[in-house]
Structure formats: C-alpha cells, structure tokens
C-alpha cells in the first residue's frame, strides 16, 4: 500500500497533530495509530519458528481445504496481541460512557448477570445434552416464562425466537396461523408511521400486503384513520407503543377493541417495553402478540451483531398457534413448559418451529438475574427513572434544539429532536459528527423518518444526573456553535482516530481490496 511507513500510518489518516505538525508515528501521545493486521505482518512468516519441512505438511493442507495457501500475516504473539489491544482502545463501550441510542435501549449490564451465565452448570450446558440431564435449564427457562407472562398479563409465550425482528416474525406468522384456522385470507397489515421499520418488513416477509397509517400532528396514531380502514382484508395492525416519536399511545385499548371488532389481531413492537415494564401489562391494553428484546429491557449484552434474544408473548386467542416449544399458562394458573416429546399432542396447532433447540441459554440466565434481583417495585423504578431521565434531556435542551413533540405531554422512555433551527448547511450529521469530539456517541440519527433531521435520545435508567448533565451540556454547546455556523463542526471529529469520511461517496463507489 503506498504512502505506508515502517508504523503502518498514511498521510490520509491525518488526524495526529501536534502544534500542527503531524508525529511521525501517527500516534497521539497514548492514542495509538494502528494498521491493517496485513500490514503488519507478512504472508511468509510465521509467528512461531517452524522448519521448513514442517512448514510445507500444513501450506499443503491448507491448499487442500482452500486451493491455496491462505495470505494470513505471519505475527509473533506480542505482535498480535498488541494489535488487538490497540484496536480495544479505540472502542467505545457503555462502560466508557452512555450510549444515548435512540429506539436501541443500551443499558448497563450488571456485572452479578454475568456471575450467574458463567455459573457451570449454565454455561458448560451442550444444545445436544438430553433432557433429563438439562432439568435446571429447564426450569430456568419455565422461571422466565412465567415472569414474561406476568410482566405483560398474556397467556402463552415463545421462548425461541432470537432477536426483535425474529420475534416480530413470529408473532405474525401466530396470526396467519389463526386466520388460516378461521378460513380466511387476509391479505393486509396495518402500520403505522410511527413503528419501528423492522414492523412492515416483517409482515411483507410473511406474505402480507403493508398499508400505512398516518399519524397525528402530536406524533401519535391516526385513531380515526385507522378504524376507517379496517375491514374483512385485514389481517391486522403491528403498533409500536411506546412509539418511536417518544410517546406513549393513548388510544392503544380502543385501537385494540377496533381491531379486534373486524376480525384483526394485534401485534404490539415491544422494543420499548423498558418505559413500561413494571407499569403498564400490554395484555390489559388488548394485544395479542408482542415480542420482549431481552437484550433491552433486562439488561443483556446488546449489539455486535448479537446475542440478542426475543420471546414472543400471545394472549389467549394466539396461544394455540405458537411455535415449538411453548410455555402456556394452565387452568390452575401455573405456567408450564411444553417439552419436546409432548409437544404434538399438547399443543396440535401450533405453526411449527421458529429455530432450534430452546432458545438463547446465556441470556435466560442473565433476564432472570436481573427481573429476581429488582423485583416487582425495582422493575417499576426502572420504568420510572428512564422516562424521568429521558423528561429531563427534553427539558433541558429546550430552546438549544428544536423538539418536534415537545408539546406533545411528557415523552416516554426517548426524547426526540430535529435539525430545524439550525444555520444554513448545518444538519445532523454535524451534531452527530461533533460528539464523537466530545468523548460520547452520537445518538440515533434521521429516524424516525417522520421527522426531517431526527436526532433520537434514549438516556435509559442507568444513567446518572452527573452524567447525564455532561452529555446535556455538549449538546448545548454543539447546538450553539452550528446555529452560529461554526465551520470547524463540518469537518469533525477532529480528535477521533480516523476523520470524517464521505459516507455518500462510501456506499456508492466502495473500494473492495482482496489480498488473496
């Protein structure tokens, strides 16, 4: 690669400055630049010393298994591990600081749920063990059932699916299933604006033809809109409440009882549980299927790709229809696990599986923690501080940033804010840009697309007034400097490992290198 020194920097990096001089390194005193792992090590060395008639067995197997030798950089073990600790250094981490990621929930993960999945007898557990040598998983996923039952005042639940979207999945295929049970063939699923994206996607994947509902000019469902349009061609409606503007759907129980009146169901995108959990049991509010992001609400690792986790919680109409396995709430009131080899004859109507096994065992383990060590009261406080903490980030940058429903009474869980008022040529992308300057990461941006320039705030539970008051405070003054047009804000960040990049140019015209 031209323009490399003997560090690994380009000129391009540019962003290692010192008196306007760039160091020779590339490094900034302790942030220390890093090159590609190909540019550090060769192809034709290795990180151990081998013989050369030793070294030839293991190219020929990898010309077996690949067709070639495979052109991984030859490191030693201080190199390598240098460069993946390096890197760790230039990740952010809720344990650096809040991640005020709007509609994602990231929250601090008590260190006691990790003690608990790490716990031997969880953690070494095989999928393929048999069952009776499983008991205590069993009954720690029959534990959680039981409490995603009562948390929600549903009937039944699915402990399976994945992820949201997987959940979302399956609690649509749970009303197909059910109207293909009535003999009918309803085609249509009603949206609203203000749902999440992964709503209308889901539903379109399913088979189902999408129809939007507008929303109000306070930001919530179109009541009237909605009960104009529903007949004998729709399936039903999947509402995201609280929505994605922030606030909670006042009419969610007439929306409900609408709905249901012409024959639909209700599916309800519980992403946002968390400004509820412990306050409000959706099944009171008419829903009929709702899934619960574990790795939200109860506090289990969230992003990277996973693991996430997603039960699906259905009322008594879709209960017969859920997917292998199920936890259904019995006659006495118990809550029982259907097992695998009773599954048939227990539950006959059931659409079949979602995946396999039972689900995602480390963070069962980690939700079950954190519901049994808060509590009834202490899941309700959860609900209360992060509606109050995300009330006071509303608040507090009033007439610093335009807040589209700031008259809309209190948000819920997430306080959402646009570009409007900004200086001409100053957007979002700039405040985002600018926070990555101050130490934080930006928060959710451009959605929900109802609003130009969205900039979604959700502060969660765990995080402190300090805390919240530093992040407040570099909203501020990032809002003041590009009201002002400060021009130094288009080009940041400034003190970021790498500067910004032309994201328009990124995607449309990628540089894909192979150095096979």
């Not at 001089?21 to 942030?31: H, Y």
């Not at 929505?243 to 009146?261: P, Q, W, Y």
């Not at 959402?416 to 990555?436: C, N, P, Q, R, V």
Request: glycine share 12%; hydrophobic share 40%.
């Amino acid at each position: 690669m031209s323009g490399v020194n003997a560090s690994g920097w380009r000129p391009e990096m540019g962003s290692a400055e010192a008196g306007g001089q760039a160091t020779a390194s590339g490094d900034k005193a302790l942030m220390l630049e890093e090159a590609l792992i190909f540019e550090l090590g060769r192809p034709d060395t290795y990180g151990v010393d081998i013989d050369e008639a030793d070294a030839e067995p293991i190219a020929g197997l990898a010309r077996f298994l690949r067709q070639q030798v495979p052109a991984l950089p030859g490191l030693s073990e201080p190199e390598t591990v240098r460069h993946y600790t390096r890197l760790s250094r230039q990740n952010y981490a809720i344990d650096l600081g809040p991640f005020p990621l709007g509609s994602c929930t990231m929250k601090h993960n008590p260190r006691l749920n990790e003690k608990v999945a790490r716990m031997a007898g969880f953690a070494d557990l095989h999928p393929l063990a048999p069952q009776q040598a499983a008991r205590g998983a069993f009954e720690v996923i029959n534990e959680l059932a039981h409490w995603l039952i009562e948390l929600t005042g549903m009937h039944g639940v699915a402990m399976t699916p994945k992820a949201g979207a997987h959940g979302e999945l399956c609690g649509v295929l749970c009303i197909k299933a059910a109207l293909q049970a009535r003999g009918e063939d309803r085609k249509v699923m009603l949206v609203p604006e203000s749902a999440h994206g992964t709503n209308p996607a889901t539903a379109a994947f399913a088979g189902f033809t999408i129809e939007n509902i507008p929303a109000t000019a306070e930001g919530r469902v179109d009541l009237e809109a909605l009960k104009a349009r529903l007949g004998p061609d729709v399936a039903g409606v999947m509402i995201t409440n609280p929505n994605t503007c922030g606030l909670f759907e006042r009419d969610m129980k007439v929306i409900s009882d609408a709905v249901h009146a012409a024959g639909g169901y209700v599916y309800c995108d519980g992403a946002n549980f968390n400004a509820i959990v412990g306050k409000v049991r959706p099944g009171d509010l008419g829903i009929d299927a709702m899934h619960i992001n574990l790795h939200k609400t109860f506090s289990t690792p969230h992003g990277g790709g996973g693991p996430g986790s997603g039960p699906v919680v259905l009322s008594e109409a879709l209960s017969p229809f859920g997917p292998l396995p199920f936890t259904s709430r019995q006659a006495d009131g118990t809550v029982l696990l259907v097992e695998e080899e009773d599954a048939a004859a227990a539950h006959p109507h059931s659409f079949g599986r979602m995946a396999a096994f039972h689900g995602q065992m480390g963070m069962f383990t980690r939700a079950l923690a954190y519901i049994l060590s808060h509590g009834a009261d202490g899941l309700a406080r959860v609900a209360e501080d992060a509606v109050l903490n995300a009330n006071y980030v509303l608040r507090s940058l009033e007439g610093h940033l335009e807040a589209p429903f700031g008259a809309s009474g209190p948000c819920m869980h997430e306080a959402l804010f646009s570009d409007a008022g900004l200086h001409e040529g100053f957007t979002t992308l700039d405040i985002a840009k600018g926070l990555i300057d101050e130490g934080f990461h930006p928060m959710t941006v451009y959605f929900p697309l109802v609003v130009h320039g969205a900039m979604l705030v959700e502060p969660t539970e765990t995080e402190s007034k300090a805390g919240l008051d530093r992040f407040i405070g570099s909203l501020r003054s990032l809002a003041e400097r590009a009201k002002a047009g400060d021009d130094s804000l288009k080009s940041a960040p400034h003190f970021a490992p790498r500067r910004r990049l032309d994201e328009t140019q990124a995607a449309r015209k990628p540089v894909l290198v192979w150095k096979g």
